[in-house]
């Protein structure tokens, strides 16, 4: 079993993972944005089961989102206001955790075989997208589940170029 804690800021809220990722996803929508205050959420996807609240509750906005229509849950300390992980609507079976809240947020790898980039029309133009991992211009999935079209860049790849063509 692979054991990692994080939290927030101030320790009030403290969790454990008991699994490795199922998948990392780096979203560059402008919600994850605003959410994280950076260019995107790098989000490493658990079962709910494999996660466990060791220290504190956590505050819950829900928040209706621009592409699926459905809610977001963000899970946050209410003393710091440090967003932990979401729950969703959609995908009910599982978090995603804000993967600088990690006490160790390099334990688990972003590679082709288990990550993947979305949102990239909304990517911040300075936005370098690592080869070989699959990129999506929007999600992954429509609203239906059916998968989007992939695109794998064979070297880095900045958005700027792309955004300035649009």
């Not at 990239?120 to 990129?135: H, V, W």
Request: proline share 6%.
């Amino acid at each position: 079993m692979t054991v990692h804690e994080g939290g927030c800021l101030c320790g009030s809220l403290r969790y454990r993972t008991l699994a490795d990722p199922l998948r990392v996803t780096v979203c560059h929508c402008r919600f994850c944005q605003r959410a994280t205050g950076g260019a995107a959420l790098v989000e490493p996807i658990f079962n709910k089961q494999d996660v466990e609240i060791i220290n504190g509750t956590p505050s819950v906005y829900a928040h209706r989102s621009e592409g699926s229509g459905k809610l977001v849950y963000v899970n946050f300390c209410a003393t710091c206001g440090t967003k932990t992980w979401l729950a969703f609507e959609r995908f009910d079976a599982v978090f995603g955790l804000y993967a600088g809240t990690f006490d160790d947020p390099n334990w688990f790898e972003i590679e082709p075989g288990n990550a993947k980039h979305i949102f990239l029309d909304m990517a911040r133009r300075e936005s370098i997208i690592p080869p070989g991992l699959p990129t999506f211009r929007q999600h992954a999935t429509r609203n239906d589940g059916t998968p989007c079209q992939v695109t794998i860049y064979d070297a880095p790849h900045t958005m700027s170029a792309e955004q300035q063509s649009k």
